[in-house]
């Protein structure tokens, strides 16, 4: 049995899972999904061979597609890309829990039931903190308000994607982190960060077109 064999026995045992009912398996990107209502959870069973041996890498998103969706005209990623972006993600390690697995032939039950146990745990943190706009709000934005949190230093999708949730959720609160978001863009550009690069000639038409949407 090669390790994609052995893959593809994990998949089929998992897609019986009572937790992950409702799921459907997109092979693409190896990712059990379940959408509904414009929001989107999902697993990604990001899986590699090192020394001869299946790792599994599962990784848990939350996609809210009023966040994202405005935003595809603008994103220098490929459509699909752009569609396929979580509007959260975290690995094992960042939920303080076990982050890669190995499955060989030999020890296929036991690690299969250490993944599975692992998946259900870490899906059931994940999908449960953020069911809602405001769920992701509380545990994003008021954490900056309060300087409790730090905004990211890298990247630019999170740029429009907090802008847009303050304006959604909490408008009264717009101004005081379009300040901080800008102030934090503008940083980054001046350390010439590629992705903000990219937005820096369109970002007053980018913003001024999402605040008259919501």
Known sequence: ????????????RLKSEPFLDGFKFRKRN????????????SIELDHWIKDGV???????????DVLLKWFEPYSFK????????????????????????QV????????????????????????SSYTSLRDMY?????PILEGKRTLPDVGADWVFMYLTLTRI????????????????????????EPNIIEYMPRLDEIINVMESQF
Do not use: H, W
Request: negative net charge.
């Open 30 to 41: 190896s990712s059990f999904i379940q959408q509904e209502s414009g929001l989107r959870r």
């Open 104 to 127: 060989t032939e030999d020890s296929l039950e036991q690690n299969y039931t250490t993944l599975r146990n692992a998946l259900a745990e870490c899906s059931d943190m994940v999908f």
């Open 78 to 101: 490929s459509l699909q890309d752009q569609r396929d972006n979580p509007s959260v993600a975290f690995s094992g390690n960042m939920l303080e829990r076990q982050d890669k697995f």
């Open 54 to 64: 299946l790792i599994i890498y599962p990784i848990y998103m939350v996609r809210f």
């Open 138 to 142: 509380d545990r994003l934005i008021v």
């Open 1 to 12: 049995m090669n390790n994609q064999d052995i893959f593809q026995i994990v998949v089929e």
């Open 169 to 192: 959720v909490s408008p009264e609160n717009y101004s005081a982190v379009k300040g901080l978001v800008l102030s934090q863009f503008n940083k980054m550009a001046e350390r010439n």
